[in-house]
């Protein structure tokens, strides 16, 4: 049994954010794996802990620092920031929740630092502020099978 509360669409799916009742956590549902049609229980809605504004990841806005990657010759660097109209500063500043932070890091192909770093024509852009988010990247709640 899941609350949901937001539909999403990321990483090239629909996902609805909701409160399970079996976990008793907030977790992202891609909506093409569900079987058979839903049903409805308002049972739910009754406890305080499925309400949205308890989903801490969902109400948390995080701040993503992207860089070119440093891997890149100093002018394929400068092609990636005028791409991405970074300015001269080459950085792009993307607000994000915190519960959508994985999406956005696979859709602008940052997620594995060291193949961002090993593959840097595949991996053009790099997330400078990594360590500040770690805690959101690795956190048990926000483990994504990629």
Wanted: net charge negative.
């Amino acid at each position: 049994m899941i609350a949901p509360h937001s539909l999403v669409f990321a990483d090239g799916r629909w996902h609805i954010r909701a409160f399970c009742e079996n976990s008793r956590k907030f977790k992202d549902f891609v909506l093409h794996r569900f079987a058979t049609e839903p049903e409805i229980d308002d049972h739910l809605d009754q406890i305080e802990q499925a309400s949205p504004k308890n989903d801490h990841e969902w109400n948390t806005e995080l701040e993503m620092v992207v860089i070119p990657n440093p891997a890149l010759s100093p002018e394929q660097q400068q092609l990636v920031a005028d791409d991405y109209d970074m300015g001269p500063n080459k950085y792009l500043k993307i607000r994000v929740k915190a519960s959508l932070l994985k999406y956005m890091m696979v859709s602008l192909h940052i997620v594995d630092e060291e193949q961002t770093q090993s593959k840097p024509n595949a991996h053009q852009l790099s997330l400078a502020n990594r360590e500040v988010l770690k805690d959101y990247i690795f956190s048990p709640e926000s483990i994504m099978v990629w």
